[in-house]
């Protein structure tokens, strides 16, 4: 008998779930599914640069299954961006962690909430720059 899979930890949804080359019509276009955990699973390594030990903390799966989430979903971006594909963000097994919005700016490490479902705010109140993160309350402590 085959385990049941465990729902990953995710902690946003953005609103935006679909990428595809610019000047091909969407009827000439081949398409790859990437899973919403392994966009969060892309978030983690890639964005907020964390072990994949951290990273499988955060969402509920052991190092080793990040590493496989993670993988796979570096191969599925990598087919899209090589061979011209538009990717098809959904699904997965995941469950989304209902968190705190805190942003942080890496400009002037201004540290500031957002209500939920405002949207990703569009730059930092203190120094106006757009260059910033989403941040769990735990990952503050952290440096």
Same mark, same amino acid.
């Given at each position: 008998m085959v385990r049941p899979r465990k729902d990953r930890m995710v902690a946003f949804n953005p609103e935006i779930s679909y990428f595809k080359?610019?000047?091909?019509?969407?009827?000439?276009l081949d398409e790859v599914h990437l899973t919403v955990d392994e966009r969060e $699973?892309?978030?983690?390594?890639d964005?907020?640069?964390?072990?994949?030990?951290? +990273?499988? &903390?955060r969402m509920g799966v052991s190092r080793a299954t990040f590493g496989r989430i993670i993988q796979h979903a570096r191969q599925v971006v990598a087919d899209a961006l090589i061979n011209g594909k +538009?990717?098809?963000?959904?699904?997965?097994n995941y469950r989304i962690v209902d968190?705190?919005?805190i942003f942080?700016?890496?400009n002037c490490r201004h540290v500031w909430e957002e209500a939920?479902?405002?949207? &990703?705010?569009?730059?930092?109140? $203190?120094c106006k720059k757009d260059d910033f993160h989403r941040f769990l309350k735990d990952e503050l402590a952290a440096p």
């Open positions: 080359p610019r000047g091909i019509p969407m009827m000439k $699973a892309i978030r983690l390594s964005l907020q640069g964390m072990s994949h030990e951290d +990273a499988g &903390r +538009a990717i098809n963000v959904g699904g997965g968190q705190d919005r942080r700016c890496k939920k479902g405002t949207g &990703r705010p569009h730059h930092c109140p $203190a």
